[in-house]
């Protein structure tokens, strides 16, 4: 059976939201956003969940992010935002620091991606040890992210300028030690019309990326619930 999508309508309300973004629109439209948006969101996040969880044979948990914006340190003012975000990981570490699915409906794209948004110090250290010494993981590491950029997923920019100081000229993977966290990302336009967003889509976007999420599997404590990969 396929899963719930997301309606068409979620999107429509992102779109009004963001040509109306403030707190008495949002008031004033709030049992819209409960029927249109929230409600159908907690099925589509839980459904979705499930369906990474089996691709991964990973048991995920799964975060939906506030609409509300946090104003503090912004010059940007308006209140909320006009996208959803969630994120999907296994252990329990937080879905910063480990291995997880991430994804951002826009109002006028879907944004997909996974791995490791940010290596605490001993993931970065083991990290770069892997790159440096375990030639097998990282010639499959460097194959995973070649077949996927054929497939039109992106890296985001490295975090240094330059590899980590004594990183041999020659070094054939030095490019991957310029990361502090490493993550792959798919952009999918939506058309201009609100469309519903399929969850059996994403995952099997998704599906294109699973093997680079487990790579990273090997930093972090072996889950404690597992699934049998489809």
Known sequence: MSAPDLPAE????LRDLKAN???DWFQANKARYDRDVNDPLER?????????????????????????RDMRFSKDKTPYHAHLRMTFWA??????????????????K????????????DTLAAWR???GDDKAAARDLDRIVTDLTEKGWTLRDPDLKKPPRGTPPDHPYARYLQYKGFTVWHETPRPDAPAPVSPDALA??????????????????????????T
């Open 204 to 229: 099997a976007t998704m599906a294109e990326a699973v093997e680079h999420l487990r790579w990273h599997f090997r930093f972090f404590p072996e889950p404690t619930e597992t699934r049998n990969p």
């Open 110 to 121: 879907v944004i997909l991606g996974n791995g490791v948004l940010q290596f605490t110090p």
């Open 91 to 108: 252990g329990a570490d937080k879905p910063i620091v480990g291995p997880a699915c991430h994804l951002s409906i826009e109002t006028d």
């Open 21 to 23: 973004n403030t707190r």
């Open 129 to 131: 040890a892997t790159m």
């Open 44 to 68: 589509f996040r839980a459904d979705l969940c499930a369906r990474l969880s089996d691709l991964t044979g990973t048991a995920l948990q799964a975060k939906s992010f506030r609409l509300h």
């Open 10 to 13: 979620a999107i429509a309300f």
